[in-house]
């Protein structure tokens, strides 16, 4: 039994060498493909947008201070 | 876009495997009917329970789950995957995974993402907790494989992570054989499980 696997569409993508680094730096810690960090970036991003649209507020907490702080997206 | 897979069942009743399919995808109408079938159901349960005088500690802890809000909360995400297991007609099972934003914390594997499984639950008929004789089994365990199978085609490699109901500790700790965290004091101090891709590669052997 395996979970199904959708279609897939490929991409060319242009990266500088400091966002080349980025990624491959993600790829290396997460131990996951460039592909797969992309894909991650892009859900965390489709969710952030979808809920700032709702009027909704990013925020980090410190986790011993609890100190928040909004994160600014454009 | 659903994709549906094969999978069998145990018919506790027949005492043999029958086909269900494992749906990855599940359409608003799929939820909504599996929550128009399972509530009254539960509902004529719990009122059993109650006028049986079954202690409340006993009571299904998921009862106040409701899958269409879940269903509706989390459509629009990329990040959100609803996976059902339909068998005779009905919704044997569901499960919420969430495949973005979780990271492992078994030190081992820290940091590294899995698939976090917001909310499983088999129909109320096939809960051995509810009734004296449950429908099927293995509804819970295919839910897991389908999680592990999603960590796997996420380059996971199976790693998936949960918060269990108290009812459901020792089934994860025991059947699963995934590693107990403790409570977390973030999310009602419910336990935290884990399983590692050893742990994922043992329960599909």
């Given at each position: 039994?395996?979970?199904?696997?959708?279609?897939?569409?490929?991409?060319?993508?242009?990266?500088?060498?400091?966002?080349?680094?980025?990624?491959?730096?993600?790829?290396?810690?997460?131990?996951?493909?460039?592909?797969?960090?992309?894909?991650?970036?892009l859900r965390l991003y489709q969710m952030i947008e979808v809920r700032m649209a709702r009027g909704e507020k990013l925020f980090f907490?410190?986790?011993?201070?609890?100190?928040k702080?909004e994160l600014m997206m454009i | 876009?659903?994709?549906?897979?094969?999978?069998?069942?145990?018919?506790?009743?027949?005492?043999?495997?029958?086909?269900?399919?494992?749906?990855?995808?599940?359409?608003r109408?799929?939820?909504?009917?599996?929550?128009?079938?399972?509530?009254?159901?539960?509902?004529?349960?719990?009122?059993?329970?109650?006028?049986?005088?079954?202690?409340?500690?006993?009571?299904?802890?998921?009862?106040?789950?409701?899958?269409r809000e879940k269903y509706d909360a989390t459509e629009e995400y990329l990040a959100y995957?609803?996976?059902?297991?339909?068998?005779?007609?009905?919704?044997?099972?569901?499960?919420?995974?969430l495949?973005a934003g979780?990271?492992?914390?078994?030190?081992?594997?820290?940091?590294?993402?899995?698939?976090?499984?917001h909310?499983?639950?088999?129909?109320?008929?096939?809960?051995?907790?509810?009734?004296?004789?449950?429908?099927?089994?293995?509804?819970?365990?295919?839910?897991?494989?389908?999680?592990?199978?999603?960590?796997?085609?996420?380059?996971?490699?199976?790693?998936?992570?949960?918060?269990?109901?108290?009812?459901?500790?020792?089934?994860?700790?025991?059947?699963?054989?995934?590693?107990?965290?403790?409570?977390?004091?973030?999310?009602?101090?419910?336990?935290?499980?884990?399983?590692?891709?050893?742990?994922?590669?043992?329960?599909?052997?």
């Open positions: 039994m395996e979970a199904g696997t959708q279609s897939r569409k490929t991409m060319t993508l242009n990266l500088t060498e400091a966002e080349m680094k980025a990624l491959d730096d993600l790829s290396a810690t997460k131990d996951i493909s460039k592909t797969a960090v992309l894909r991650q970036a907490e410190h986790d011993i201070t609890k100190e702080a | 876009m659903s994709v549906t897979s094969l999978v069998h069942l145990k018919d506790r009743g027949a005492g043999r495997f029958v086909e269900a399919n494992l749906i990855d995808g599940l359409t109408e799929d939820v909504e009917k599996a929550d128009a079938d399972w509530k009254p159901f539960l509902d004529e349960q719990i009122k059993r329970m109650e006028s049986t005088g079954i202690p409340k500690h006993k009571w299904p802890q998921h009862r106040h789950w409701n899958w995957r609803m996976f059902g297991i339909e068998c005779q007609s009905q919704m044997q099972g569901l499960m919420l995974a495949t979780k990271n492992s914390q078994i030190a081992s594997q820290r940091g590294r993402p899995l698939v976090y499984v909310f499983l639950a088999a129909a109320p008929w096939n809960l051995a907790s509810i009734v004296a004789e449950p429908r099927f089994s293995l509804v819970g365990s295919i839910l897991v494989a389908a999680a592990i199978h999603l960590s796997i085609e996420e380059e996971f490699q199976g790693r998936i992570g949960l918060h269990s109901l108290p009812q459901s500790d020792d089934w994860y700790r025991k059947t699963c054989g995934m590693t107990d965290l403790g409570p977390d004091q973030t999310v009602e101090n419910l336990r935290y499980f884990e399983m590692t891709p050893e742990q994922a590669s043992e329960f599909l052997r």
